[in-house]
């Protein structure tokens, strides 16, 4: 059977798995000076896809209009922004409606913890959870744990892959083979084939100097953020053993993040276990 490619809100997650490996390659080059990440701002940051320190500016307030006032709304103004999702636009400085957990009061400074709850004329989010903590302890915690969040989930992807292996794609062309029974549909991914000239394996072993893989070269929504190879392209491809059917195995790509980002280059050594 084949892999179903991963849901449109894990796509929207990796839009910001850059920014979170980067602060990973920090984190890991200085790691000795880095705060101490407690459980709890380790669970909050992976539960929560904005994190910022923010000032009450007003209770019982919203800047939402379809959202109604209540004693657990607030408008919160946005003093620096810790993590957020990539499709969110830079909110520093702006005001933004806060579904409390608990009540605050207008000029209370807290580091908030929230998931994306409404996006309109502002932004609306769900408090998961909050620290009064020290802006500067809980600005290092919170970069330092999506830093060992990100490995942590990169580590995961690269277990699961059955041959991870970097070099240049040298040629594309259509595999002119059905994986499916049945008719052709708007979601059918219209299987392509890869041929990699390999630079070097980061997992699992190969035999020749090339690897052959296949991929959806549709461009439906169901695979339209899956990888699509081109000649001469240069990257890192994590390949998941597949078996068409009616068919020999054969190694393949149907997730958007089967091909790592620079940054995700720059970490993928140093977790991938021997």
Same mark, same amino acid.
């Given at each position: 059977?084949?892999?179903?490619?991963?849901?449109?809100?894990?796509?929207?997650?990796?839009?910001?798995?850059? %920014?979170?490996?980067?602060?990973?390659?920090?984190? /890991?080059?200085?790691?000795?000076?880095?705060?101490?990440?407690?459980?709890?701002?380790?669970?909050?940051?992976?539960?929560?896809?904005?994190?910022?320190?923010?000032? !009450?500016?007003?209770?019982?307030?919203?800047?939402? +209009?379809?959202?109604?006032?209540?004693?657990?709304?607030?408008?919160?103004?946005?003093?620096?922004?810790?993590?957020?999702? *990539?499709?969110? @636009?830079?909110? &520093?400085?702006?005001?933004?409606?806060?579904?409390?957990?608990?009540?605050?009061?207008?000029?209370?400074?807290?580091?908030?913890?929230?998931?994306?709850? %409404?996006?309109?004329?502002? %932004?609306?989010?769900?408090?998961?959870?909050? @620290?009064?903590?020290?802006?500067?302890?809980?600005?290092?915690?919170?970069?330092?744990?999506?830093?060992?969040?990100?490995?942590?989930?990169?580590?995961?992807?690269?277990?699961?892959? @059955?041959?991870?292996?970097?070099?240049?794609?040298?040629?594309?062309?259509?595999?002119? &083979?059905?994986?499916?029974?049945?008719?052709?549909?708007?979601?059918?991914?219209?299987?392509?084939?890869? !041929?990699?000239? !390999?630079? +070097?394996? %980061?997992?699992?072993?190969?035999?020749?100097?090339?690897?052959?893989?296949?991929?959806? +070269?549709?461009?439906?929504?169901?695979?339209?953020?899956?990888?699509?190879?081109?000649? /001469?392209?240069? *990257? &890192?491809?994590?390949?998941?053993?597949?078996?068409?059917?009616?068919?020999?195995?054969?190694?393949? !790509?149907?997730?958007?993040? @089967?091909?790592?980002?620079?940054?995700?280059?720059?970490?993928? *050594? &140093?977790?991938?276990?021997?």
């Amino acid at each position: 059977m084949w892999n179903e490619p991963v849901s449109a809100s894990r796509r929207a997650i990796r839009a910001g798995i850059g %920014l979170a490996l980067l602060a990973a390659i920090g984190w /890991g080059a200085a790691d000795a000076s880095a705060a101490t990440v407690s459980k709890p701002v380790k669970d909050l940051t992976r539960a929560a896809e904005f994190v910022f320190r923010g000032t !009450v500016q007003k209770t019982g307030a919203a800047n939402l +209009s379809i959202v109604e006032p209540n004693d657990k709304t607030a408008v919160v103004r946005v003093d620096e922004i810790l993590k957020r999702s *990539g499709t969110l @636009d830079d909110f &520093t400085g702006r005001d933004v409606t806060v579904f409390l957990s608990e009540p605050l009061r207008a000029g209370d400074q807290r580091v908030f913890f929230t998931a994306v709850r %409404l996006l309109g004329e502002s %932004l609306g989010v769900q408090e998961v959870g909050r @620290d009064a903590a020290p802006a500067a302890d809980l600005r290092a915690q919170v970069q330092s744990a999506q830093g060992e969040i990100v490995r942590e989930e990169l580590a995961a992807r690269l277990a699961a892959a @059955d041959l991870v292996v970097a070099g240049r794609v040298i040629s594309t062309r259509p595999t002119y &083979t059905l994986p499916q029974k049945g008719p052709i549909t708007e979601h059918d991914p219209l299987w392509w084939e890869a !041929v990699l000239e !390999v630079r +070097s394996v %980061l997992k699992g072993t190969a035999a020749e100097k090339t690897v052959t893989f296949w991929y959806p +070269s549709s461009a439906d929504v169901m695979w339209a953020q899956v990888p699509k190879p081109n000649a /001469g392209q240069e *990257g &890192t491809w994590l390949l998941h053993r597949q078996t068409p059917e009616a068919g020999a195995a054969v190694f393949a !790509v149907a997730d958007p993040r @089967d091909l790592l980002s620079a940054a995700e280059e720059t970490v993928a *050594g &140093t977790v991938v276990k021997p």
